[in-house]
């Protein structure tokens, strides 16, 4: 009984519906987790939330400009160069 079920509800055509659910779910879950760890304007411990705002602005500018960032920040705005060149060259 449970193999049909099984089989009724997991054909191999949703695999890619699984993958990207599962690459979503991966995503969120990255980033809850560097929010927690790294964002300076979270606070977990109570004894961290007790002391109010802080002026940090240096650790806020190093959470800011991450790596990611720091790579595309001279590069130019373009997904695939050579399409876009092929498409806006008249020659």
Known sequence: M???NVNRWIRPEVYPLFAAVGLAIGICGFQLVRNI???????VLKQHRA???L?????GEKYAQHFVRKFVRNRPPEIM???????????
């Open 2 to 4: 449970a193999s049909s």
């Open 37 to 43: 760890s790294t964002n300076p304007e979270v606070r």
């Open 51 to 53: 002391a109010g705002i």
């Open 55 to 59: 002026d940090n602005h240096a650790e």
């Open 81 to 91: 160069p050579s399409v876009n060149k092929i498409f806006s060259d008249p020659n």
